[in-house]
DNA sequence: ATTGTAATCTTGACAGTGTCAAGATTTTAA
DNA sequence: TTAAAATCTTGACACTGTCAAGATTACAAT
């Protein structure tokens, strides 16, 4: 929905776009909003018609990451729709998929590079989402036996938790090789989630 | 072992715990190594006698959270010698209650601030160990029948990858508080543990 | 259509940053 | 005692986030 109006255009899309493939060539450390609107070909301080502050331009950044993460689950939902443990599974083989092929977006989200994620709500809103839909699943694994009874909202921390723990540590280096010689992360990650719904 | 010698006497401890202090109060954003230096009472480049760069001071950092995280599981360790899920559940206890009385080293720790850690050996070979003192327990806890028999790595990680996860997650601020209001973190986390342990 | 206002963007400046080069001081070892 | 090595300082540079002032453009009300 691009309104091609104004001076540039969409500068601000521009800007989380240009933001984006700094992350991905560069990393986190060379995110610099010089560097960000030069590749937008505007002035350095151009970005401050759209971004109150840096924190402000990783807040879009990191929000659109939800987005995309939040689709993609949503989609892993509803291509199993009938089927609670393949959502499971599937939902955190996505979550897995989305980390390494976004490594860098991926740590902004959760590596506390945002510092007062509470002020931004279209943050909040679509983190609280994806949340949400981990919930959701749970709860229709429940529904249907597969998980035990009980606060659903905490059994999906537990479970969403783990998923993002594994790949968390995964992404930091932190698992040793002879561990990923013996299986894959997305291995790893069904057995756990295979463990925790077998009672 | 203060080597209390040279011009400053112990320049680069102080420059550490300078820098721990400034995490502390300040937080990782405001980290810099000319800050660092004035808080130690030196000029602005005398850091770069005892670390390369700011990556090396941040590494020296890491290291010593992981030092002291790693004695805070010895010392459950030794101290339920005859009780290996008291031991696991202990670790994950003391894991917990590493991470927020030092929230900002922990974020440190994990929050890719450092970037190549494989160049820094000691921070390899303490990070290492720590891990390894899972994988410990989680033999302890085969040998004892309270854990399925299998590779005690990879289960080590899924164990300490849904405690981390949860606390990383916590940390960020991505546990809602409806969830928090009916358990605590130090609840929740026990709770995934009996889960996962229970077959 | 004109005009005033708001949105957008630029130029210029400032303080803070990491880091290098050159040199001064001090410790240590020969 | 002296030469070398370690430690620390001064000064400089490019780069950063951010502010202030002003220029340009879009748009809404008349």
Redesign the pocket.
């Known amino acids: 929905m691009k309104s091609k ?5 969409d ?2 899309n521009a800007l989380i776009k240009a933001g984006v493939e700094i992350l991905a060539k560069e990393g986190i450390g ?6 960000v ?1 030069l590749k937008a ?6 970005p ?3 971004f ?4 402000s331009l990783i807040a879009a950044i990191s929000t659109e990451g939800f987005q995309k993460l939040s689709k993609s689950l949503d989609s892993v939902i509803k291509s199993h729709a009938d089927n609670p443990k393949k959502q499971l599974i599937e939902s955190a083989q996505a979550y897995v998929k989305f980390a390494f092929a976004n490594k860098d977006i991926f740590k902004i989200m959760f590596s506390s590079a945002l510092e007062k994620e509470k002020e931004y709500p279209a943050f909040v809103e679509v983190s609280q989402k994806t949340f949400h839909q981990v919930v959701e699943i749970v709860e229709a694994c429940q529904e249907a036996g597969i998980i035990k009874s009980g606060e659903a909202d905490v059994l999906a921390v537990i479970i969403w938790g783990q998923v993002h723990g594994i790949i968390a540590l995964a992404i930091e280096g932190q698992i040793s090789h002879t561990v990923l010689e013996k299986k894959s992360l997305a291995e790893i990650v069904t057995q756990a989630i295979e463990q925790a719904i077998k009672k």
Chains 1, 2 share one sequence.
């Open positions: 109006t104004y001076h540039h255009g500068l601000k060379k995110l610099s909003l010089r560097k609107a070909g505007v002035s350095h301080t151009a401050y018609s759209h109150s502050d840096k924190q």
